[in-house]
């Protein structure tokens, strides 16, 4: 469920351009540009700690922004066409599939639906 009403300091598309150059700029450094959803939410919260999004402390991450506005992590990084997901060994991997991504570049990776039924074209 995607609750709306919350007062953010930053205007979504501040957010969104911290929450990908932070992401992308993660998975660019790794080996295989992959990571263990576990493991980059953990140095994604590292990495953008000091940024004080909301008035509450509660509500003062960006994972915590994600999920109100976007229904979970998952459902994140399956709306934008430059992250893949995978299932290995029981545990949820997170692909940059466009390494070569600048931010600029934002509003060509949206995916088309954000529901999960088939569209006919």
Do not use: A
């Not at 953008?48 to 991450?61: E, G, L, P």
């Not at 994972?63 to 506005?69: G, L, P, Q, W």
């Not at 934008?80 to 060994?89: F, L, T, V």
């Amino acid at each position: 469920m995607v609750h709306n009403s919350f007062d953010w300091n930053f205007p979504e598309q501040k957010c969104l351009e911290i929450i990908h150059t932070t992401l992308i700029n993660i998975l660019k450094k790794q080996k295989d540009h992959r990571l263990p959803l576990n493991e980059l939410i953990f140095m994604f919260n590292n990495r953008t700690k000091h940024h004080k999004i909301h008035q509450r402390k509660k509500f003062n991450n960006f994972v915590k922004y994600i999920k109100i506005n976007h229904g979970s992590t998952k459902q994140f990084f399956d709306d934008y066409s430059i992250y893949g997901i995978s299932k290995q060994n029981k545990q949820l991997y997170i692909h940059l599939l466009e390494p070569g991504f600048n931010y600029q570049e934002l509003n060509s990776i949206h995916r088309i639906t954000k529901d999960s039924d088939w569209i006919i074209l």
